[in-house]
């Protein structure tokens, strides 16, 4: 069983800037994948970002690149989301996910909330334009 414990959010301006923590209970990253999802009112849930657990290798939605950037300290159990020059679509509630282990992402599959087993209870991102 993984406990995933996101913090971080709040109410910011536009343009303003965040850094979202995700805090795992046990050594998760260095086996699964890990993801960032986020759900604004009357929407489904959507991919942000993902870290892959061998190489690291990062991915974003399009409309995130470039202002977003995910990481993780394996030391800390904790993946992180640094969001810069933030816009008032970004507001929703933010969710950190954890993969099944040692999967591989397949094509776009990080894209999608089935390849994720373990969510955590997320965490409201407010901007306010």
Known sequence: QVQLVE???????????LRLSCAA????????????????PGKEREFVAAI???????YYRGSVKGRFTMSRDSA???IYLVMNSLKS???AVYYCAAGRP????????????????????????????
Not at 7 to 17: D, K, N, R
Not at 52 to 57: H, L, P, V
Not at 103 to 116: A, I, Q
Request: glycine share 16%.
């Open 7 to 17: 913090s971080g959010g709040g109410l910011v301006q536009a343009g303003g800037s």
């Open 25 to 40: 209970s046990t050594s998760t990253f260095s086996s699964r994948n890990m993801g960032w999802f986020r759900q604004a």
């Open 52 to 58: 892959t657990w061998d190489t690291g290798s990062t």
């Open 76 to 78: 800390k159990n904790t």
């Open 89 to 91: 679509e970004d507001t």
């Open 102 to 129: 040692k999967s591989l992402f397949v094509g776009d599959s990080y894209l999608s909330t089935g390849n994720y087993d373990y969510w955590g209870q997320g965490t409201q991102v407010t901007v306010s334009s």
